[in-house]
């Protein structure tokens, strides 16, 4: 283990498809390894963008996400190093598409993953991101469950705070039967478009409801961002001066913030 504090474990999650989970995780991972902190990155999305994102390709999958759920596989098992020093991915397979059918019947089927980093705590990473299916499905749950803190990426749209409402009753409920000490890290307003009066009255409406939890950077909309995944690098390799890298550069640096306040207090 690192000398910067224990390992932390931050699910990002929202049950909404196309609101830059993915491009979070993977970008947020990057950042926080390029200063120094040993990122492990789980995909639990059956599409894998996140493996794919970080150079991985299917068939270079051999153990991955699927193979911890179901009890095949010890987590260190399924580590590759990626391009990026420090960042290290458990990658995704297309059979989780179908594994909370398979797990529904075991007896602890939402503390899953949870019991695979407890039996992973000697591996010498200081943040754990799980990357989460658009779903609030089992796998979600399990997500939720084996964390800390959840991270919401939150898309400047008209019902941001339609979905958002759903996802924090879910989180609620998590905390009361599965995990009491889950936080919410943080929301992270992404696909921010300073030409759109809509992205300024969404922001303004979720600052308003949430407050402080709410991250003061913002991920703008960005084309580099949405190339640097078919080249297989996070945008931060792909392009460190476009401006959703350094966003994302100073999203890490709100995260180490908060975590530094966190512990102080």
């Keep these: 283990m690192s000398e910067h ?5 931050l699910a990002v999650v929202n049950q909404k498809g196309g609101v830059g989970k993915t491009t979070t995780a993977v970008n947020l991972g990057t950042a926080l390894a ?45 580590v590759h190093t990626t391009s990026v020093p420090g960042l290290h991915i458990c990658p ?34 200081d943040y754990v991101i799980i990357d989460c299916p658009p779903s609030l499905s089992l796998v979600t749950i399990n997500a939720m469950t084996a964390a800390d803190a ?19 009753r879910t989180i609620e409920r ?24 809509l992205s300024g009255q969404v922001a303004q409406d979720v600052r308003e409801h949430m407050g402080d939890v709410v991250y003061r950077t913002v991920i703008p909309r960005n084309v ?3 190339e640097a995944p078919s080249h297989g690098k996070p945008a931060l390799l792909y392009d460190h ?21 966190l512990i102080a207090a």
Excluded at 51 to 75: I, K, W
Excluded at 160 to 168: D, I, M, R
Excluded at 177 to 196: E, H, K
């Design 5 to 9: 504090r224990r390992r932390r474990v």
């Design 34 to 78: 390029a200063v120094g902190r040993r990122v492990l990155l789980i995909d639990l999305d059956a599409q894998g963008n996140a493996s794919t994102g970080l150079g991985l390709a299917p068939e270079q999958r051999h153990n991955t996400s699927y193979d911890v759920l179901t009890g095949g596989l010890a987590l260190a098992e399924t």
């Design 92 to 125: 995704a397979s297309a059979d989780l598409s179908g594994v909370d059918l398979e797990i529904v019947g075991e007896e602890r089927r939402a503390h899953l993953l949870y019991d695979a980093l407890a039996a992973d705590e000697g591996q010498a990473h």
């Design 150 to 168: 959840v991270l919401v990426p939150l898309q400047c749209e008209f019902y941001a705070l339609e979905g958002l409402s759903q996802l924090l």
């Design 174 to 197: 998590v905390r009361t039967s599965l995990n009491p000490d889950l936080t919410i890290q943080g929301i992270v307003l992404t696909m921010y478009d300073a030409r759109n009066r």
């Design 224 to 226: 580099r961002i949405s």
């Design 241 to 261: 001066a476009c401006a959703g890298s350094q966003a994302y550069i100073q999203l890490a640096s709100e995260l180490l913030r908060r975590e530094r306040d």
